[in-house]
């Protein structure tokens, strides 16, 4: 089982973020790169060729992410948890958006409590 206090020493990587899960359904396939187009378009195309529900898509880095309204999103190497993690809830756009907004509200709190580092939320699902 996994330590409940972080290890921040760990570089990020596939087997470092696998042996630390502990879980069934989130993570449970995990795509990990060191640089990839964007997290998002990877999760869209495993799910369309198949991908599980609760696949997990990470990068350190980026070259098109994607924000808002289709501008572009940057962040330099080594600076960011990029993360897209695919859910298919049957759920309305309505809900769907505010499960959303659940979800990164817990990544915050989870990060202030396993951390004592405070994050704050960039609408509507950005952690900073």
């Known amino acids: 089982m996994p330590s409940p206090q972080p290890d921040m020493d760990i570089a990020l990587s596939a087997e470092a973020i696998r042996v630390r899960l502990d879980t ?3 993570g449970c396939e995990l795509h990990y790169y060191d640089e990839i187009g964007s997290t998002n378009d990877e999760a869209v ?8 529900d609760g696949a997990l898509v990470i990068a350190d880095h980026q070259v098109a992410g994607k924000g808002r309204l289709g501008r572009r999103w940057f962040a330099p190497p080594g600076t960011a948890l990029l993360l897209t993690l695919l859910l298919r809830p049957p759920l ?3 809900l769907a958006q505010r499960a959303t907004m659940v979800c990164t509200l817990g990544a915050v709190r989870a990060i202030a409590a ?7 939320i960039k609408w509507p699902n950005d952690v900073v």
């Open 24 to 26: 069934r359904l989130l």
């Open 114 to 120: 396993l951390t004592g580092v405070p994050a704050q």
């Open 45 to 52: 195309r495993l799910a369309r060729a198949g991908a599980p």
């Open 92 to 94: 309305t756009p309505m």
